[in-house]
């Protein structure tokens, strides 16, 4: 039997992310994902743009803080790996409320 449709969901969107990391393209694409989903259509230009800073921003506070908090050294240390759990949980928490915005859940259960 073939790959689940989630699968081959995952696998596309892996082998896309890896692509536009490696074209140095990925939080532009990340924040285009974003737009198309959470912007409406007929937000007016200052609108976008105010978003566009502030996803940028965000985008840039993660990278600035994951560069500063990493152990001197080539090898990821316990520590590393433990504040980059904590940065993954933090995350998740939030995928749900995303998720839910984009998607939200029909009728009750």
């Known amino acids: 039997m073939g790959e689940s449709k989630r ?3 995952q696998r596309v969107a892996t082998e896309l992310t890896v692509e536009l990391a490696d074209k ?4 532009e694409a990340g924040f285009v994902a974003f737009a198309t989903l959470v912007i409406p259509k007929d ?24 560069m500063a908090m990493l152990d001197f050294g080539e090898e990821p240390t316990d520590a590393d790996l433990h504040r980059m759990n904590l940065i993954q949980r933090e995350i998740d928490e939030w995928r749900g409320v ?7 859940v029909k009728g009750s259960a």
């Open 7 to 9: 699968r081959r969901i």
């Open 24 to 27: 140095g393209k990925l939080i």
């Open 43 to 66: 937000a007016p230009d200052i609108q976008f743009s105010e978003m566009q800073l502030a996803f940028m921003a965000g985008a840039e506070h993660v990278w600035s803080s994951v």
């Open 98 to 104: 995303l998720s839910e915005r984009v998607d939200p």
